[in-house]
């Protein structure tokens, strides 16, 4: 091979005679390809879905969704709600032939075909044509499941109160980041009598159940509720003693007021007895004084 051979000089460079001009692919043999995958046409999809998910995170951080509590069997007092994707199929089951005596049809038979059509349609419809008016019995079922779920969406969400759903069942997230002494004797009594199935494990409350932590009842009225009952509470609930009765109020009550541990009469809320000059003492010294001069007057 000679020097140069199949070369041509342009500067310094030296570039091959025979070499194509760089341009794109030619398509136009391939009915309904007009660029390359990689990277013309996957470049534009990722663009288009970080564009969707960056406003999905905008959406989620300017309104998040309301935070309800955990499904339980054992609460009928508390009706959970699916998530937004699922109310149409949570409305579908609402209707006769859906629901009661026909869940079995309605939850598991008819979503199945319908889900089942949508992962075999790639397969059902095979035509090369991409006009959609080429294609009416495609997209007449396309159109057709996008109006029912929207429909059956828009219907869920009509007759769901979130506001009053947020007050009643949102989870009261002071008492669940609250501290709260598990290891204390009120907690013991707390969740051996019963009434961590009902208010939480944390005492925030659990469907109609109220928080125990943001309650202002004084400890004579919660061992009055504890053993009559209140509301939907029935009365004889509490079996223990009157000491461990007395020891669970005052747990529930001091919980109540901010605090987590189980004060006793005699305690201050630091948990130190009460010294001479303060307060509690002083209310116990003019009390004595008073039952003094009461005993004083009768005789």
């Known amino acids: 091979m000679h020097r140069g051979k199949g070369m041509k000089f342009v500067g310094d460079s030296r570039i091959s005679a025979d070499q194509k001009p760089n341009l794109p692919k030619d398509y136009s043999e391939y009915p309904g390809r007009t660029e390359a995958f990689w990277p013309n046409f996957l470049l534009k999809e990722w663009l288009v879905g970080a564009v969707f998910l960056i406003g999905f995170l905008i959406l989620t951080a300017a309104h998040p969704a309301a935070l309800e509590q955990q499904a339980d069997p054992t609460n009928a ?27 079995v049809l309605g939850a598991i038979v008819m979503p199945g075909l319908a889900f089942g059509a949508l992962l075999l349609a790639p397969f059902l419809d095979r035509g090369p044509e991409r006009n959609p008016l080429k294609r009416p019995i495609s997209v007449s079922l396309m159109l057709l499941a996008f109006a029912l779920s929207f429909w059956l969406t828009l219907e869920a969400a009509h007759h769901a109160d979130y506001e009053t759903r947020a007050e009643k069942y949102g989870v009261n997230i002071e008492a669940v980041e609250s501290d709260i002494d598990k290891e204390s004797d009120g907690y013991k009594l707390y969740e051996k009598s019963g009434c961590i199935n009902c208010h939480g494990d944390s005492l925030q409350g659990q469907g109609n159940y109220p928080s125990l932590v943001a309650s202002e009842k004084s400890v004579d009225e919660i061992k009055d509720i504890a053993v009559n009952g209140i509301g939907q509470m ?20 001091s919980a ?44």
């Open 234 to 253: 029935p009365s004889g609930v509490f079996k223990g003693s009157d000491k461990e009765l007395q020891q669970l109020a005052e747990f529930v009550a």
């Open 77 to 103: 007092g508390y009706i959970p709600l699916p998530d937004w994707y699922f109310l149409f199929l949570y409305q579908f089951l609402k209707y006769q032939y859906a629901g009661g005596n026909y869940i």
């Open 256 to 299: 109540g007021s901010g605090g987590g541990e189980s004060s006793g009469s005699e305690k201050s809320d630091t948990g130190t007895e009460p010294g001479p000059g303060s307060d509690e003492s002083s209310k116990s010294e003019s009390g004595a004084k008073k039952k003094e001069s009461e005993s004083g007057s009768e005789k």
